[in-house]
């Protein structure tokens, strides 16, 4: 599976926007990048996804460099609901079968939000 | 639409025991994966389970094991506790053949298992 490398902790003032990094410099083309968080005592949720094109939802954006190499989760307005850990994962297009069910969590940011 | 519910929410197990734990998939979905997830880390893949089959594992060893019920509903068995095995299990649930790029996974609360 294709690494993916965050930092292990950023901070952020409630409302104030947050760029959650991720590098993946051996990213393949079939490779969509994926971001879940987990927040405290719960299990991880998805959050995002894309292959090339940014990419906008009710949660957060997702900016993804020209030649795909990294990428940035954008968080608008942080909240205090926003602090958990983020992890930043890649999963290849074509994968089926045996690998379907496989997500490859590395550690992950652990994001802090101020009041 | 229910989410995916896993029981029980604690368990605390002495070593050499065997311990079984529950997940109730999210409505309609026909995948169930498995997590490992030691203090501090992320989650480790243990395998998953389709059409009532195991068709995928990580690296984990046989001791580990599962069953996925018609209902979609699953277990994951741990047998030979060892100290090591103490750690939050996820289960996440999903739907293949995808019917989107999507394709993402739904993950239980977890069940907090303490070996000692």
């Known amino acids: 599976d294709a690494k993916t490398t965050q930092p292990n902790s950023m901070e952020s003032n409630e409302e104030e926007p947050v760029h959650l990094p991720c590098n993946h410099s051996?990213?393949?083309?079939?490779?969509?990048i994926h971001w879940y968080r987990q927040l405290p005592s719960q299990g991880p949720e998805y959050v995002i996804h894309?292959?090339?094109s940014n990419v906008n939802n009710r949660m957060a954006s997702l900016a993804i460099a020209e030649d795909r190499k990294s990428s940035t989760l954008i968080l608008h307005r942080a909240t205090l609901r926003d602090a958990a850990v983020y992890y930043c994962i890649l999963r290849d297009s074509n994968a089926g079968g045996t690998s379907y069910g496989k997500l490859t969590f590395g550690q992950g940011t652990i994001l802090t939000v101020h009041p | 639409e229910t989410g995916v519910t896993q029981s029980p929410t604690h368990l605390i197990k002495t070593r050499g025991q065997q311990v079984t734990l529950r997940c109730s998939s999210q409505?309609?979905?026909?995948?169930v994966s498995w997590y490992q997830q030691a203090l501090g880390q992320g989650p480790q893949f243990i395998f998953q389970y389709y059409r009532e089959e195991e068709n995928g594992r990580g690296n984990f060893p046989p001791r580990f094991s599962g069953l996925q019920f018609p209902n979609y509903s699953s277990e994951l068995n741990v047998n030979a506790l060892e100290l090591d095995d103490s750690a939050l299990y996820l289960c996440?649930?999903?739907?293949?053949?995808?019917?989107?790029?999507?394709?993402?996974?739904?993950f239980g609360p977890g069940t907090r298992l303490t070996v000692t």
């Open positions: 996440a649930s999903s739907l293949f053949p995808r019917t989107g790029p999507t394709y993402e996974q739904y």
């Open positions: 409505s309609g979905h026909n995948t």
């Open positions: 051996t990213i393949s083309g079939t490779d969509y």
């Open positions: 894309g292959l090339t």
